[in-house]
């Protein structure tokens, strides 16, 4: 994240470190705790981290919110267009089955007519295919 300062605990993890490593520094006691002002500035880090994560945890929560609000309002309106929609189905299939019947009655009545009109069809198919 750049542009954002340095954290104060960020600057003596280096120093800490070196601590470790076994050269002994004002910062730190004989004992190997720390003092009061490194141990201020890491509180002062976890309280401003604290502070953002709940400011980021409430914006979820308020898009959560909004969320299902809408969901549950567009919820019917999506429960009737897939009614309307599966209703449609129904409809066409009924007309498509009643078509096939009714060229399967025109093809026995009449084959040599029912040829003629298919090829003239189809020939209408290709042009248009070709426009």
């Known amino acids: 994240m750049s542009g954002e300062k340095e954290s104060p605990t960020a600057s003596s993890h280096s120093e800490a470190s070196a601590e470790s490593s076994g050269s002994s520094s004002s910062g730190s006691s004989s004992d190997g705790w720390m003092d009061e002002s490194r141990l201020s500035a890491i509180l002062h880090d976890q309280r401003e981290m604290l502070g953002k994560l709940e400011k980021a945890n409430e914006t979820l929560e308020t898009c959560n919110i909004l969320s299902f609000q809408r ?49 003239k069809a189809e020939m209408n198919e290709e042009e248009e295919a070709e426009d």
């Open 71 to 119: 969901l549950e309002a567009y919820t019917p309106d999506f429960k009737n267009h897939v009614k309307l929609l599966v209703d449609m189905k129904k409809d066409l299939d009924s007309v498509y089955k009643r078509l096939r019947i009714v060229q399967t009655k025109v093809a026995r009545l009449y084959p040599a007519n029912y040829a003629d009109a298919v090829s």
